[in-house]
């Protein structure tokens, strides 16, 4: 019966649209639609709110799948001339910076032109405005230093001074994920991963900034090199195109404009999707945990990894993705991965739930700005795998350990005396580090894992277990490298995967994309600090009962 309703509804729903059609194209649109972009877009929609939420209002956050949408109804429509975007500081990642590009290309190869305006540019915004036919700046603005940077911390002497000592067992040497913890310095094989990582980086921001200002590689470096510069310095340059006041668009483009939510109800919408099979969005972000998903209360937003990130619960992933294998309107799903991983439990029980599903229809994985250690091992069961070239992926490897508080609990005058009743079983307490047989045997468990990890590597990318050791060991890749060795089978993203599952699936091109719901969240809903402090402990309990992580060292 609901699939009869369904058509009945979609029948009247072409009826109302083949009426209206006429009507809008009465209307006369501007030249020129302005986006205003003032906060990261995420490359997939966010995750529904609690109901809760949604009756307090609020305005949710758009992403680049909702943004394409838009783009292609403006490229539909022959009396648009094109888009300006209207850059503010941006704080988004390299990867989705790509992902970004990717959504103005299509615009432009779709016939409209694509104009960048800010009053000053970034790293990320000057990126992406050289993805557009024109970049344009403020007067009175500039183009701010440019390029690759980050700062790695080491928190050992601090955590010593406390009275606090991470204790923890690596079997490789570049699976430095825990080394902020455990040192005051970067260790050999941590510099050299980010080095080269930095230099792949910084190779595709100079690839783009050449090709998008039609200028020689060389030029480009020496651009970049040259920045911070003054809007004369940059018009001069050739870094822009243009200098002017948001006041004097109008002028140079020669047609009105309009913002989107002026602009929408003079464009011709798209008809209505015919009822059929569709493609599920099954989604893992944050730290992958032992338990159900769940999200971070609302408060404010602190840097802080692993304990205020999203948790990705086992249970909840499990459960959808079994869910997904057994309903018939999924033709395809799509695994959008956006983790550095976590417990190596969670990451197993997920993969093998996902490995199930991939037997029964086809699973496609898009990565994010991170799908590494947890996060590429859940992606092996996929059919095939995507990134963007700066996705942070690899980080194949495994740790163990704890954070002891014996010294602390010492300046303190905590005096604690334990009772235990087996030879191991106090040997998580904070009181004192691993003994040599606690390390001996812990060092056990963590190369179990390790092999059992490369061997399912090497079986899903068919490799031999040897290709796939010399590129593991806990070594961290850009999704460009990881496609030069094996580890993912094309560059892109969501829209790309997305096109690949419906063709695999003999789904037709316009087959929707499906979030998969049900056993969701334990959300919070208390929000400001205290919210966020249970939140935090909850996380760090969760992390301590796994035993063994499977954690990149850029989660």
């Known amino acids: 019966m609901s699939g009869v309703l369904a058509y009945v509804v979609f029948a009247i729903r072409w009826l109302a649209w083949q009426v209206r059609r006429p009507l809008r194209r009465l209307r006369r649109p501007p030249a020129w639609v302005v986006f205003l972009v003032e906060e990261a877009y995420p490359e997939v929609p966010p995750q529904p709110r609690p109901r809760w939420q949604r009756l307090l209002g609020g305005r949710g956050t758009m992403s680049l799948a909702e943004l394409r949408t838009r783009f292609r109804r403006i490229a539909a429509d022959p009396r648009i001339t094109g888009v300006v975007l209207h850059l503010r500081?941006?704080?988004?990642?390299?990867?989705?910076?790509?992902?970004?590009?990717?959504?103005?290309?299509?615009?432009?190869?779709?016939?409209?032109?694509?104009?960048?305006?800010?009053?000053?540019?970034?790293?990320?915004?000057?990126?992406?405005?050289?993805?557009c036919d024109e970049v344009l700046l403020m007067r009175g603005g500039g183009l701010n230093a440019v390029g690759y940077a980050r700062t790695y911390s080491f928190l050992a002497d601090a955590l010593n001074r406390a009275g606090l000592e991470a204790d923890v067992l690596q079997i490789t040497p570049y699976k430095t994920a825990m080394d902020f913890l455990t040192r005051n310095a970067m260790s050999e094989q941590a510099r050299e991963m980010a080095n080269w990582l930095a230099d792949a980086a910084f190779d595709e921001l100079v690839n783009d900034v050449a090709t998008g200002r039609s200028i020689e590689r060389d030029a480009a470096r020496a651009l970049i090199d040259r920045a911070?510069?003054?809007?004369?310095?940059?018009?001069?340059?050739?870094?822009?195109?243009?200098?002017?006041?948001?006041?004097?668009?109008?002028?140079?483009?020669?047609?009105?404009?309009?913002?989107?939510?002026?602009?929408?109800?003079?464009?011709?919408?798209?008809?209505?999707?015919?009822?059929?099979?569709?493609?599920?969005?099954l989604r893992i972000e944050g730290t992958i945990l032992d338990g159900r998903s769940s999200n971070p209360p609302a408060g404010p937003r602190l840097p802080v990894p692993l304990l205020l990130q999203s948790r990705a619960g086992d249970i909840t992933v499990a459960r959808q993705a079994r869910r997904l294998a057994d309903d018939p309107r999924v033709g395809a799903v799509l695994l959008w991965v956006d983790s550095g991983g976590g417990s190596s439990t969670a990451s197993e029980a997920m993969t093998s739930a996902l490995s199930a599903l991939a037997a029964k229809k086809p699973l496609v994985a898009a990565m994010g700005s991170v799908a590494a250690s947890g996060g590429y091992h859940v992606v092996t069961a996929a059919q095939r795998v995507f990134a963007q070239p700066t996705t942070i992926t690899g980080s194949i490897g495994v740790l163990a350990g704890k954070v002891t508080a014996g010294g602390l609990l010492e300046r303190a005058l905590v005096?604690?005396?334990?009772?235990?009743?087996?030879?191991?079983?106090?040997?998580?307490?904070?009181?004192?580090?691993?003994?040599?047989?606690?390390?001996?045997?812990?060092?056990?468990?963590?190369?179990?894992?390790?092999?059992?990890?490369?061997?399912?590597?090497?079986?899903?990318?068919?490799?031999?277990?040897?290709?796939?050791?010399?590129?593991?060991?806990?070594?961290?890749?850009?999704?460009?490298?990881?496609?030069?060795?094996?580890?993912?089978?094309?560059?892109?993203?969501?829209?790309?995967?997305?096109?690949?599952?419906?063709?695999?699936?003999?789904?037709?091109?316009?087959?929707?994309?499906?979030?998969?719901?049900?056993?969701?969240?334990?959300?919070?809903?208390?929000?400001?600090?205290?919210?966020?402090?249970?939140?935090?402990?909850?996380?760090?309990?969760?992390?301590?009962?796994?035993?063994?992580?499977?954690?990149?060292p850029l989660t």
């Open 89 to 131: 500081q941006l704080d988004m990642p390299q990867a989705h910076v790509q992902a970004f590009r990717e959504v103005i290309a299509e615009l432009r190869a779709g016939g409209k032109r694509v104009i960048a305006y800010a009053p000053s540019y970034s790293t990320a915004t000057y990126h992406l405005a050289c993805s």
């Open 228 to 281: 911070p510069l003054s809007e004369d310095e940059a018009l001069e340059l050739g870094a822009i195109d243009g200098v002017l006041y948001e006041e004097e668009l109008d002028s140079r483009l020669e047609g009105r404009m309009a913002r989107w939510d002026n602009a929408r109800r003079r464009l011709a919408r798209p008809a209505p999707r015919r009822p059929g099979r569709y493609v599920a969005l």
């Open 415 to 552: 005096h604690r005396e334990p009772i235990v009743r087996g030879q191991h079983a106090a040997m998580f307490g904070i009181d004192a580090p691993f003994s040599d047989d606690e390390r001996a045997r812990m060092r056990r468990l963590i190369e179990h894992t390790y092999d059992q990890f490369v061997d399912r590597v090497a079986e899903a990318r068919g490799q031999t277990r040897e290709a796939v050791d010399a590129v593991a060991g806990g070594r961290v890749w850009t999704g460009r490298q990881a496609l030069e060795r094996g580890l993912v089978d094309e560059l892109g993203g969501v829209d790309v995967a997305l096109a690949y599952a419906r063709s695999t699936a003999g789904l037709p091109a316009t087959a929707p994309l499906r979030e998969a719901r049900g056993d969701g969240g334990m959300g919070l809903p208390a929000g400001g600090g205290a919210g966020l402090l249970v939140y935090a402990l909850e996380s760090a309990q969760l992390l301590n009962r796994a035993g063994t992580w499977l954690l990149s």
